[in-house]
């Protein structure tokens, strides 16, 4: 190969309204209520942010039962099931529940479809926080599809009375099958009112996908534990691209993976900071990539207010500033 050397770069990526109000919400409390203040699971999920906070005094648990009774805790933004609620409230902490107000609807529509006794199919993955709240809202109700092969498989009590729900942060594509193996066994399968999976991941998707058919390597920069973040390398991959990898910082980039390589997608997943970005395309510069083309598939103007807890400022003015998806370049 002896083309020039450049870069795709995706847009939108990174930073979405979710992840910011998230982070936001845990910079906000420290500010309020000084060090520490306890995070139950990573805030979002990226080692970055969460090593960020931790520096300004967050304590991330797994579990509330290790806060200190009377202390300031933050909800994640995948969400908690109501049991995790009540314990932090028999505990006497004081709870700021930063779950992404897309996950906050998909509960809701649990609650409201297991009132009318349907039986829920959420599509996700077992074990994902995101899938635990969720199914933690009406555990009588929900079964969990992990793929389009579980769809093949999964029993239901009354075939009339089904829907299906998924996490926010699912592919597209993979959803969508497992949507139709499963109407395809229970005809009478009922839609949720509206799509769940997040604009954020959608968009995401849509922007690899321009990027990877024209591709020789894609980079997508996101935690291990980021559900959207390895479904981009997946999406990449099945849309073109020869070569896909996921990296924490630019550091971890092999340097044969650029190997007869002419064009380098690279995009971000919805927790990840754009400084993280901007060190892999100075890395992709130093090695030759210096050509870099703005792939543009979408506007990204949605914004979420702060949680509830944290709209009063300390002299008792409410705090209405609106959080959009900052980072992003």
């Known amino acids: ?5 450049r870069v795709l770069l995706a847009s939108p990526r990174g930073y979405c309204a979710g992840v910011d109000r998230a982070v936001v919400a845990v910079e906000k409390a420290l500010e309020r209520y000084g060090a520490p203040v306890y995070v139950r699971k990573q805030i979002v999920h990226n080692i970055h942010v969460v090593t960020e906070l931790e520096a300004k005094g967050a304590i991330f648990v797994d579990e509330v039962d290790e806060v200190p009774e009377g202390s300031h805790v933050v909800f994640s933004a995948h969400g ?8 932090a409230s028999d505990r006497g902490l004081h709870a700021i529940d930063a779950t992404c107000p897309l996950v906050t609807k998909v509960h809701r529509e649990a609650v409201r479809f297991a009132r009318d006794d349907f039986e829920i199919l959420l599509i996700g993955h077992t074990g994902h926080e995101e899938v635990e709240g969720t199914a933690g809202e009406a555990p009588d109700h929900v ?3 992990n793929s389009p092969e579980e769809a093949d498989t999964v029993e239901v009590r009354d075939p009339s009375k089904v829907v299906w729900l998924s996490q926010t942060t699912l592919s597209v594509d993979e959803t969508m099958e497992t949507v139709r193996r499963l109407r395809e066994r229970f005809p009478e399968l009922h839609d949720p009112p509206s799509d769940d ?5 959608q968009n ?5 996908k321009k990027v990877a058919r024209d591709a020789d390597l894609v980079i997508v920069v996101g935690s291990a534990n980021s559900s959207n973040s390895v479904r981009l390398v997946e999406v990449a ?11 924490d910082y630019a550091n971890e980039v ?3 993976w650029l190997e007869g390589v002419e064009t380098v997608g690279v995009t971000s997943g919805a927790s990840v900071p754009e400084v993280l970005v901007q060190e892999v395309l100075e890395a992709l510069s130093d090695a030759g990539y210096r050509d870099v083309e703005q792939v543009r598939t979408a506007e990204e103007d949605l914004m979420f207010s702060l949680p509830k807890e944290l709209r009063q400022d300390s002299s008792g003015q409410r705090d209405e ?6 980072g992003r370049g």
């Open 197 to 201: 999976i997040c604009y954020a991941t």
């Open 237 to 247: 991959l099945e849309h073109g691209a020869k070569a896909a990898h996921r990296v």
């Open 254 to 256: 092999e340097q044969a």
């Open 143 to 145: 079964t969990v599809v």
């Open 204 to 208: 995401r998707q849509v922007a690899i």
């Open 80 to 87: 908690v099931a109501p049991t995790v609620v009540e314990a």
């Open 1 to 5: 190969m002896g083309g020039p050397k």
């Open 321 to 326: 500033r609106a959080l959009g998806g900052r």
